[in-house]
Nanobody, 113 residues
Framework: QVQLVESGGGLVQPGGSLRLSCAAS????????MGWYRQAPGKERELVAT?????IYADSVKGRFAISRDNAKNTVYLQMNSLKPEDTAVYYC?????????WGQGTQVTVSS
């Protein structure tokens, strides 16, 4: 059984920063890609950033967010700076592990004054 456990969400003021973490655990033989998606109320889930050798960012977060990965810990991070109210969403970790796509449970990020 493979699990993705996220942490680091919360309430932050506009212009602030948060760091999300997602740790994969269980019977892991290979991890091909790890990344983050988000879903705001009334909107579809969208890609934020992924890393698998190369990194990909949504245009809306380029220059503000940074994704990184610690292969030894099977963990992916999302450093979010200069946060805006429109970044408010539930953030989901996503990973392709043993050729199967897994999702985390989601962590709420709220940007508000």
């Amino acid at each position: 059984q493979v699990q993705l456990v996220e942490s680091g969400g919360g309430l932050v003021q506009p212009g602030g920063s948060l760091r999300l973490s997602c740790a994969a655990s269980g019977s892991i033989f290979s991890i091909n890609k790890m990344g983050w998606y988000r879903q705001a109320p009334g909107k579809e889930r969208e890609l934020v950033a992924t890393v698998s050798g190369a990194t990909i960012y949504a245009d809306s977060v380029k220059g503000r967010f940074a994704i990184s990965r610690d292969n030894a810990k099977n963990t992916v991070y999302l450093q979010m700076n200069s946060l805006k109210p429109e970044d408010t969403a539930v953030y989901y970790c996503n990973a392709i592990i043993n050729s199967i796509r897994y999702w985390g449970q989601g962590t709420q990020v709220t940007v508000s004054s």
